[in-house]
């Protein structure tokens, strides 16, 4: 499955780049699992929270699935892919926005392109397989059209429009957000280079335009409002990746922990818990403070949203005791060790999904299939991660040989 976005939210860190620059990210190219040191090199809480959110993802692309009750989507605003698409932005700064100096451009221009291929060849298999498994499963029970657009289940005039990105298949439709965001990577750093705030200045004034006109929006076969997740728009969240990754490294340590800050986040973070929590389906009574009034828009990225993430991301970058938890920890070693390996992760977590719907829609939603469901599929990932931390290591050690 092509190598993901090993450093997003992204892009691995290549054999050029040193070990101080492969700090996180989609790709990002990891130290060895077994100790990792809390030192101001590799920053683990990164791979931490995108294996995180790539789990999260697994788990909430399966509606019948029960675990999905438990996810960040049910106590705040926003979910896994908000914190996908930031830690894309921070970790394609340290994969390639330091390269330009120390490499050159077309260097790295090289190696955004060939991250963009990886991740469309990601999405080719994604797609691939759905189309494949879901015409062949109805060959022996009845599936519902929810599972694949009515359009790409039937002929073959659909592939053309797909593999252009003209129609997105729903759960299908992250990856080219990436592929558009990170083909945008070099004008970012351009206007970086002006100035450290003018990309972002920019970048924000056009998210807000399209939160005025979220009719502004990439066209999308399968779906007159366009695509789900719209660039315009998720764009803004992408460029405070970068630009918070940038301000990281001028300052040589963590984000600024600010005192106001941190209250701040932490007192809107509890208003997003009451009133994102979904009180009635817990049988409670509802005490969300503003009912049905507020409904934070995914596809243009709603202001709701955005303060949702960022508050979680200034908590977690701003706090040493979490670089700390997730350099030494077990846990934070096994999820960093996911999130080092993103593209893999979510590609082969994407087909599970699918399988996992076929399956409760198929044989019932029962308790045992909940559990076998969510055992294997959490299993085969964490299975999947390791081996590919292990292929690297020797790797690396038959690199360091051979030298």
């Not at 129609?167 to 992250?174: G, K, Q, R, T, V």
């Not at 998210?207 to 076969?221: A, G, K, M, R, S």
């Amino acid at each position: 499955m092509t190598h993901m976005v090993n450093a997003v939210a992204d892009g691995r860190v290549d054999k050029m780049t040193s070990q101080a620059e492969k700090t996180s990210g989609s790709g990002v190219v990891s130290a060895p699992p077994s100790k990792l040191t809390v030192g101001r090199g590799r920053d683990h809480r990164i791979d931490a929270m995108r294996g995180v959110a790539l789990l999260m993802m697994f788990i909430d692309h399966i509606p019948q699935n029960l675990l999905n009750r438990f996810t960040m989507r049910n106590v705040g605003f926003a979910d896994a892919a908000e914190v996908f698409v930031l830690l894309a932005g921070y970790a394609s700064w340290l994969a390639y926005g330091r390269g330009f100096k120390k490499y050159g451009v077309p260097t790295i221009l090289k190696r955004i392109f060939r991250r963009c291929v990886q991740l469309y060849i990601g999405q080719t298999i994604m797609v691939a397989a759905y189309v494949f498994t879901v015409r062949a499963w109805r060959h022996f029970t009845p599936v519902s059209v929810d599972y694949l657009e009515p359009e790409l289940a039937h002929g073959m005039g659909w592939v053309w429009r797909v593999m252009m990105f003209d129609a997105l298949p729903s759960n299908l439709n992250i990856l080219p957000l990436y592929i558009v965001l990170l083909g945008g990577f070099p004008l970012f750093y351009v206007l970086m280079r002006v100035h450290r705030s003018l990309a972002l200045v920019l970048s924000g004034a056009v998210w807000l335009f399209v939160n005025f006109d979220p009719e502004i929006n990439f066209p999308n076969w399968l779906d007159p409002d366009g695509w789900y997740f719209n660039p315009f728009a998720w764009q803004f969240l992408f460029a405070l990746g970068l630009t918070a990754s940038a301000e990281t490294e001028r300052r040589g340590g963590d984000l600024p922990r600010k005192r106001l800050l941190v209250i701040a986040s932490i007192l809107y973070l509890v208003f997003s818990a009451i009133q994102a929590f979904p009180w009635t389906l817990w049988g409670l009574p509802d005490f969300r403070p503003f009912g049905d009034s507020i409904a934070p828009a995914k596809t243009w990225l709603s202001p709701f949203r955005l303060l949702d993430v960022v508050a979680i991301f200034y908590l977690v970058q701003s706090s040493d005791k979490a670089r700390q938890w997730a350099a030494e920890s077990k846990l934070g070693q096994i999820l960093a060790r996911v999130g080092r390996h993103s593209l893999e992760i979510f590609v082969v977590g994407t087909v599970l999904d699918l399988y996992a719907r076929l399956i409760f829609s198929t044989f019932g939603e029962g308790w045992g299939l909940q559990v076998a469901v969510n055992i294997v599929g959490l299993a085969v990932l964490f299975w999947l991660a390791a081996w590919l931390d292990a292929r690297r290591t020797r790797q690396r050690a038959a690199l360091a040989a051979s030298k």
